[in-house]
């Protein structure tokens, strides 16, 4: 008995994808960028006011150095998580960067006396969420599609 095998007449989507390195190396190098350059490496310094808004209630909200480069580091791990949904082959090399982002956060942050700051830890957690989301969506996306006979 002779088995029929039926060929697709449409092309195979191409896992190819286009290499974006890990984006949380921005807020690494701009907090090392500012607190060495601007702050003499003194990580106090990230609770300078940058500016202030009026609200409705009548207070200002101020916005500080440290909170303007949290927000960056949150649209970035944004982008990252969205990123981590990409099936293409060079996906496992940007989840070894982003590795790696982390590894650089957590020495810097355990070693270095400038890196001693609440902004510096936040931004770390956000590098290390971003490895477990990057692994995580990936094993997820791998085992749907692996089908089990």
Not at 124 to 132: A, E, K, Y
Request: hydrophobic content about 60%; charged content about 10%; overall charge neutral.
């Amino acid at each position: 008995m002779s088995e029929t095998v039926i060929l697709p007449t449409r092309p195979i989507p191409s896992r190819k994808g286009n290499f974006i390195p890990p984006l949380l190396i921005a807020p690494f190098l701009a907090y090392n960028l500012v607190v060495f350059l601007f702050f003499g490496g003194n990580p106090v310094n990230w609770g300078f006011g940058l500016f202030s808004i009026p609200m409705p209630s009548g207070m200002p909200w101020a916005i500080t150095a440290g909170d303007f480069l949290l927000v960056i580091g949150i649209v970035c791990l944004f982008f990252e998580v969205l990123k981590s949904t990409n099936i293409a082959r060079s996906s496992i090399l940007e989840h070894m960067l982003s590795m790696l982002v982390f590894v650089a956060f957590l020495v810097e942050f355990l070693l270095v006396g400038a890196a001693s700051s609440s902004v510096f830890f936040l931004l770390m957690v956000m590098s290390l969420i971003d490895v477990v989301a990057g692994f995580t969506v990936s094993i997820t996306s791998a085992s749907r599609d692996v089908a089990m006979n």
